[in-house]
């Protein structure tokens, strides 16, 4: 049982690149969330997903979109990266109460 | 909008103290409120979940209590050991059907040997 797993654990872009965060769970749970983590300010919620097939935006969705093709997987779009987008990102899945964290992503836009 | 501060942003004790994290919330609508430990470089562990009808939560060393009334929450830590240095963090979770969290910035604790 490996929990919350993110892919990758680092990366570096230059603006304007695009990419895509993997995160995967095998817990059967139902909820999932991508979150930033910026230094002094916590963590905010980008984007969630409350279903297969389904996703809602969060508190700072923009410049990121989502996908949740399969329930054990939720994927973070980058289209265009920004020097703001420099933050590590963490993928949390729940059921029901508890929220369960991946080791994060280490992204810096140079 | 739900606010969560946690005060102070930093800790240091020396080995074997008992000590007290503070954390409070400006909405008292909430589902439950969850005690995280972040260790440097890593994700988050969740430490004790307390429900909103609940008063308190032990677990081990760690007891967390919830006043809901007064907005606020504490994490006791008895007689703390270096390997407890650490971020803590609590994050609320809203009444009704959403369930995100709200996180506070966390409090980063030093114990000294």
């Known amino acids: 049982n490996a929990g919350v797993t993110q892919t990758p654990k680092f990366r570096v872009l230059k603006t304007g690149q695009s990419m895509t965060l993997l995160c995967a769970q095998d817990?059967?749970?139902?909820?999932m969330y991508w979150y930033r983590q910026d230094p002094g300010m916590g963590l905010r919620l980008i984007h969630y997903?409350?279903?297969?097939?389904?996703?809602a935006k969060g508190e700072v969705p923009d410049g990121y979109n989502v996908s949740r093709l399969k329930k054990q997987n939720f994927l973070l779009g980058l289209e265009s990266a920004a020097p703001s987008q420099t933050s590590v990102y963490f993928c949390?899945?729940?059921?029901?109460?508890?929220?369960?964290f991946g080791p994060g992503t280490r992204l810096t836009v140079t | 909008k739900q606010e969560v501060t946690q005060i102070p942003a930093a800790l240091s004790v020396p080995e074997g103290e008992n000590l007290v994290l503070n954390c409070s919330f400006t909405?008292?609508?909430?589902?439950?409120l969850q005690w995280f430990r972040q260790d440097p470089g890593k994700g988050l562990t969740s430490l004790l979940l307390?429900?909103?009808?609940?008063r308190e939560q032990t677990s081990g060393r760690l007891n967390a209590s919830l006043d809901k009334s007064s907005g606020r929450s504490t994490l006791y830590i008895a007689a703390s050991q270096p390997g407890d240095s650490a971020t803590y963090l609590c994050?609320?979770?809203?009444?009704?059907?959403?369930?995100?969290?709200?996180f506070g910035s966390g409090t980063q604790l030093t114990v000294l040997p």
């Open positions: 909405d008292s609508a909430i589902y439950n």
């Open positions: 949390a899945s729940s059921y029901p109460n508890e929220q369960y």
């Open positions: 997903s409350v279903g297969e097939g389904t996703t």
């Open positions: 307390i429900q909103s009808s609940q």
């Open positions: 817990m059967n749970h139902e909820y």
């Open positions: 994050a609320v979770r809203p009444s009704g059907s959403a369930r995100q969290l709200t």
